[in-house]
């Protein structure tokens, strides 16, 4: 059975991330790191690498998008331009979390560290700004890829919930030897959360079963996703390509920003 061709993208986070595979499986993928330009960037890249591809936009079979979560703006212009090359080109469309990406990549690249274990568990952490990160957990087995719901947690139960996690993975790593298991932390947090990566020295190393790799979403590893939720695919007519929104206080209105102004004014 001939693989599905998918264009997939992702723009959650300051990289602008786009993939393409075509017919005969050759992936084709281009990363730029584009802070607040994703928009000016994003089609030029599209279609360059279908050029490269050579691919057709008849020809495609599945257009998926990281649905975020991440920066508000980042999110609006992947569903954006989605939505209008599905529209424009009558594709249909898959919404991928981009954690679940981001875990997903460093998996597929580090697959000679991670083939002889039975399960590999992993937690994909991305900074959400204001004191909060962005939680998703799931579990990779050879022919399986579990994900948890997505959670935005403040900054101190993010570090507490962490610690807990791999202090319980360490301890039971010493007194099981039947279940072999890893453990792979990834994501961003590294610059806002120098604690946390602190806490995971302790327990990463070339010998152990748990690892943590700093990434970002990628829109290569959104191909095999997207091959792994063929059932979920959606027409436009069945659903519009979304941002995945988990903060419904983005920012101030101007109304909102006088009145607390105000507010400040009277209690001094």
């Given at each position: ?250 920012a101030d209105t101007i109304a909102e920003r006088e009145a ?9």
């Amino acid at each position: 059975m001939p693989q599905p061709i998918i264009l997939a993208l992702d723009t959650s986070t300051q990289a602008c991330s786009v993939a393409i595979n075509n017919a005969q499986g050759k992936v084709f993928h281009k990363d730029v790191m584009t802070p607040q330009s994703h928009a000016n960037q994003i089609l030029d890249m599209i279609q360059t690498l279908m050029s490269d591809a050579e691919v057709k936009p008849n020809e495609l079979d599945i257009l998926a998008y990281g649905q975020g979560p991440g920066a508000f703006t980042g999110i609006r212009i992947a569903a954006g331009v989605i939505q209008g090359l599905a529209f424009g080109w009558d594709k249909p469309v898959i919404g991928l979390s981009s954690l679940s990406s981001i875990a997903k990549s460093i998996i597929q690249l580090n697959i000679q560290k991670f083939q002889n274990y039975e399960r590999v568990e992993w937690i994909s952490l991305v900074d959400a700004r204001m004191k909060e990160v962005y939680w998703q957990a799931g579990i990779h087995l050879k022919n399986d890829w579990q994900e948890s719901e997505i959670e935005m947690l403040p900054a101190g139960e993010f570090l507490r919930r962490l610690e807990a996690k791999v202090k319980a993975f360490h301890q039971n790593s010493l007194t099981t030897s039947t279940d072999k298991k890893a453990l792979v932390i990834c994501g961003d947090i590294e610059k806002e959360y120098p604690q946390a990566i602190e806490m995971l020295a302790a327990y990463t190393g070339q010998n152990s079963d748990i690892s943590w790799f700093p990434s970002l979403p990628s829109a290569q590893a959104m191909l095999e996703l997207a091959r792994l939720k063929q059932g979920e695919v959606q027409t436009t007519c069945e659903a519009l390509p979304t941002p995945l929104y988990l903060r419904n206080h983005v920012a101030d209105t101007i109304a909102e920003r006088e009145a607390k102004k105000l507010a400040k004014s009277n209690l001094s």
